[in-house]
């Protein structure tokens, strides 16, 4: 499937879709990470039917304009982590599930040494490095889980949220306009450390 298929567009549609197969007029919309940007969209393209959101750890970014890769390309800060979640070779790079999903754990978590923990805009501290041993501080039925289901789905899909991102800020510049202004139910919970 291609990129554009995870915009917010077509995200946003699947949620008024389940909405509608469940007969759900309205729902509250909560989103973490890329869900977040999904829940915030929701919200903003259908208030019609998400009457609020909580977005966790990701902040509501106002469509139109340069993206906020954009402004790092600008600043050459070509490092960060998304460039290359978003290379073709990247569903390559994490298709064994068995070292990669163990490895993002590890490094993402507590118990990877701070000197080493996963920076964002440091390929040498990335994602991909094997853990060194099983995360103790995540329930290993989770861990396996997670590596069994990537293993039988691979990584394209998920990648493609991470490719996605150019293609809708160039299609959201005439969305310019719409704003969440003072709604009742709008509130945004940041996750920290």
């Known amino acids: 499937m291609e990129a554009e298929a995870y915009t917010p567009y077509q995200t946003v549609g699947d949620l008024v879709a389940i909405l509608d197969t469940a007969g759900v007029a309205t729902a509250s919309v909560v989103g973490h990470d890329f869900g977040a940007h999904i829940a915030w969209n929701a919200a903003m393209m259908r208030p ?3 009457t609020a959101v909580c977005g966790m750890s990701v902040q509501f970014r106002q469509p139109g304009g340069p993206s906020f890769l954009d402004k ?3 600043a050459g800060k070509d490092q ?3 460039f290359e979640m978003m290379r073709a070779e990247s569903d390559q790079a994490w298709a064994n599930a068995a070292v990669s999903v163990p490895g993002m754990m ?3 978590s507590g118990e990877a040494p701070e000197a ?3 920076n964002p805009f440091d390929p040498s501290r990335g994602l991909l490095r094997p853990a060194p041993v099983v995360p103790r501080t995540i329930d290993s039925t989770y861990i396996n889980d997670a590596v069994a289901a990537f293993t039988r ?3 394209h899909g998920p990648l493609n949220y991470y490719r996605a ?3 809708f800020t160039r299609n959201s510049e005439p969305s310019q306009g ?3 202004g003072n709604h009742p139910c709008f509130w945004q919970a940041h996750l920290t450390g």
Request: no cysteine; net charge positive; aromatic share 38%.
């Open 48 to 50: 019609d039917r998400f």
């Open 72 to 74: 790092l390309r600008a």
């Open 80 to 82: 960060f982590y998304w």
């Open 106 to 108: 590890y490094w993402t």
């Open 116 to 118: 080493s923990r996963w």
């Open 153 to 155: 789905t691979g990584f």
């Open 165 to 167: 991102v150019d293609a």
């Open 178 to 180: 719409p704003k969440f």
